[in-house]
């Protein structure tokens, strides 16, 4: 399986300063179709995730600007700027390119 | 609006059985994969299956192999997950989410406890 290495853990912010974070897997996520799918997620206590990014860099309808993802093959990066409150929670990495699909540990966001 | 309602989740004994449903509105359910994910305190987000659009390709991680079974009705909108052979360690709560661009989609999820 490919293990997806999320980093922070932990990662706490101040407000409007910026957060990053890191995604890293073993082995390439590109796929055979060129695409590479790696997507992040949010979740907030109580809620299902929710997408924020999908194929390193895009934005899902409605997601700020604020976020941006980046990267390529095995190495990826999550960055929020301007962090507000409703950013608190925990992130995700996870890959769809290679069965099993798989899940960073998460990252919890702290103001 | 899309919309993604699981149910049938609820306390079993090990080695008894379940099923899940997932039901779709607000889009052309025969046009997309489905993912069931399930998580637990312990162990975070784990995927569980996929079935393609119109139900002819089935993915499985392997812990559920053999005992789960992914399944659609593309006439009623529903996503199925048949769960046999259950045991302690499957359970969580269990999500259907779309597979649009990235899984864009999620429903808000069902309990299942294994418990005896």
């Known amino acids: 399986d490919v293990v997806m290495t999320q980093t922070p853990l932990s990662l706490p912010v101040t407000l409007g300063q910026s957060a990053s974070i890191s995604c890293r897997s073993p082995?390439?996520?590109?796929?055979?179709?060129?695409?590479?799918?790696l997507s992040w997620l949010h979740q907030r206590p109580g809620q299902p995730p929710r997408l924020l990014i999908y194929?390193?860099?895009n934005r899902f309808s409605g997601v700020p600007d604020r976020f941006t993802g980046s990267g390529a093959e095995t190495d990826f990066t999550l960055k929020i700027s301007r962090v507000e409150a409703e950013d608190v929670g925990v992130y995700y990495c996870?890959?769809?390119?290679?069965?099993?699909?798989?899940f960073g540990q998460g990252t919890k966001l702290e103001i | 609006q899309v919309q993604l309602v699981e149910s049938g989740g609820g306390v079993v004994q090990p080695g008894r059985s379940l099923r899940l449903s997932c039901a779709a509105s607000?889009?052309?359910?025969?046009?997309?994969?489905m993912n069931w994910v399930r998580q637990t305190p312990g162990k975070g987000l784990e995927w569980v299956a996929i079935?393609?659009?119109?139900?002819?390709?089935?993915y499985y991680t392997d812990s559920v192999r053999g005992r789960f079974t992914i399944s659609r009705d593309n006439f009623r909108n529903t996503l199925y997950l048949q769960m046999d052979s259950l045991r302690v360690e499957d359970s969580a709560t269990y999500y259907c989410?779309?597979?649009?661009?990235?899984?864009?989609?999620w429903g808000q999820g069902t309990l299942v406890t294994v418990s005896s």
């Open positions: 194929k390193i860099s």
């Open positions: 989410a779309r597979r649009g661009e990235g899984w864009d989609y």
């Open positions: 079935i393609s659009y119109d139900g002819s390709n089935k």
């Open positions: 082995q390439s996520l590109v796929h055979s179709d060129g695409n590479t799918y």
């Open positions: 996870m890959q769809a390119a290679l069965f099993p699909h798989t």
């Open positions: 607000g889009f052309i359910f025969s046009s997309y994969a």
